[in-house]
């Protein structure tokens, strides 16, 4: 079965980096769409980007332009997210998705970055 | 960017009633590519519906998406126990940006 497995809970201060690994397993990596979305405490959805992990090609929404960084190791079929010069307002449960046929099919576990000084 | 509004912000219903949740597009959502969410407290989202009203696997047919152009509609037939959650609607379109809705909080009246 598909499952999506993210690293742990991050706590950073406000101007640091943070980077999300997201291993994936039972498909074929290259074969989906791997998105990023995010949720602020009590909040909805908030998409961020996409990388196509087959040409390692990428997509991100403009609010995030320039702080974000979406990358891929296929040989251990892993998507990474990451986020510089971070925010209080940065504070949120990152997600991995895994898009396999139309909408976000599969999603990862979540992980907290909490940023706070 | 197509901006989605959803309504009501807050559903009150009982068990066994049938729910009707709106989504609103700014502008016309390409080839019907909208989604529907069911998240529950500290869980990840749930794929309800794709390309509007097609079930994803293992949902129940209680669960229905219809509509096309700018106005979606999530109906839950009759609702159970475990229906009562947050739902987000979701245009994935032909190309980005993705964008979600704000959210209908479906609670236990």
């Known amino acids: 079965q598909v499952q999506l497995v993210q690293s742990g809970a991050e706590v950073k201060k406000p101007g640091a980096s943070v980077k999300v690994s997201c291993k994936a397993s039972g498909y074929t990596f290259t074969g989906y769409y791997m998105h990023w979305v995010r949720q602020a405490p009590g909040q909805g959805l908030e998409w961020m980007g996409r990388?196509?992990?087959?040409?390692?090609?990428?997509n991100y929404a403009q609010k995030f332009q320039g702080r974000v960084t979406m990358t891929r190791d296929t040989s251990i079929s892993t998507a990474y997210m990451e986020l510089s010069r971070l925010r209080s307002d940065d504070t949120a449960v990152y997600y991995c998705v895994a898009e396999a046929a139309a909408g976000f099919d599969y999603w990862g576990q979540g992980t907290l970055v909490t940023v706070s000084s | 960017e197509i901006v989605l509004t959803q309504s009501p912000a807050t559903l009150s219903l009982s068990p066994g009633e049938r729910a009707t949740l709106s989504c609103g597009a700014s502008q016309s959502v390409s080839s019907s590519y909208l989604a529907w969410y069911q998240q529950k407290p500290g869980l990840a989202p749930r794929l309800l519906i794709y390309d509007a009203s097609s079930r994803a696997t293992g949902i129940p047919d209680r669960f229905s998406g219809s509509g096309s152009g700018t106005d979606f509609t999530l109906t839950i037939s009759r609702l159970e126990p475990e229906d009562f959650a947050v739902y987000y609607c979701?245009?994935?379109?032909?190309?980005?940006?993705?964008?979600f809705g704000q959210g209908t909080r479906l609670e236990i009246k």
């Open positions: 990388i196509n992990p087959n040409s390692g090609g990428t």
């Open positions: 979701q245009q994935y379109g032909s190309s980005p940006p993705i964008t």
